[in-house]
């Protein structure tokens, strides 16, 4: 059954330090989301993508927050620098791929536990 | 703006029982409705969703039930086994990417 894949599944740094998250997605989804989730809470999306374009990013702080999908397949979530909030799961999902309703399902990686210290 | 809430945050029910988790939606232009679990340490897993052309839709042992009329969505879950002990999302899609709930904690005792 295929899955997305993220890597690494854990992350510890400290604050200031620059840490990046990769995810692939199921193979044909054109569709690809980052979210982030507090523990407690229910994941909040910081980008989507529709192949290699941004379709939203209205919620990733992008003083400190970067995300590239260079070639439409895989991609790559940037925090620079890292600050004691950031501290979340960062999970990504993908969908088949409609750009603008989001009737697709998306299925998420197991993500990666990120702790800045 | 969009907000999905659950009524409770645990649900504690027995091994073999039937478990109803609740959620309410704000957004009436939201169309599509998701229910994930979420088992610790783990990414969210797709158990079923349905459109908002529906009111009922069953899966293996889910069912979800969807009321536009006051905004609720519930999932049922029959003969619920320990395996099912997990944190259980609804979300709901319009025109943007999913919102989610904040989760109910669903405690099976044996």
């Known amino acids: 059954e295929a899955e997305v894949a993220q890597s690494p599944r854990y992350k510890i740094t400290e604050k200031s330090q620059a840490v990046a998250f990769w995810c692939d997605p199921i193979?044909?989804?054109?569709?690809l989301y980052w979210y982030r989730q507090i523990l407690g809470q229910g994941p909040e999306l910081l980008v989507q993508?529709?192949?290699?374009?941004?379709?939203?990013d209205s919620q990733l702080p992008k003083d400190r927050f970067s995300a590239e999908r260079l070639k439409g397949v895989d991609s790559t979530l940037k925090i620079q620098p890292a600050e004691l909030g950031d501290s979340a799961m960062y999970l990504c999902?993908?969908?088949?791929?409609?750009?603008?309703?989001?009737?697709?399902?998306?299925?998420f990686g197991p993500g990666t536990r990120l702790t800045v210290l | 703006g969009e907000s999905v809430g659950l009524h409770l945050p645990t649900l504690s029910v027995q091994e073999g029982d039937n478990s109803i988790i609740n959620c309410a939606y704000s957004n009436s232009a939201s169309d599509y409705f998701i229910w994930y679990k979420q088992e610790s340490g783990k990414g969210p897993q797709f158990i079923i969703d349905i459109r908002s052309n529906m009111d009922k839709r069953q899966g293996q042992r889910v069912t979800v039930l969807l009321n536009k009329t006051v905004k609720h969505l519930s999932l049922q879950i029959a003969a619920t086994q320990p395996g099912d002990s997990a944190v259980y999302f609804c979300?709901?899609?319009?025109?943007?990417?999913?919102?989610f709930g904040s989760g109910t904690r669903l405690q099976v005792q044996p």
């Open positions: 979300a709901s899609g319009g025109r943007r990417a999913l919102t």
């Open positions: 993508f529709q192949d290699e374009s941004v379709v939203d």
């Open positions: 999902a993908s969908s088949f791929g409609h750009p603008i309703r989001s009737t697709d399902t998306q299925y």
């Open positions: 193979s044909g989804h054109a569709t």
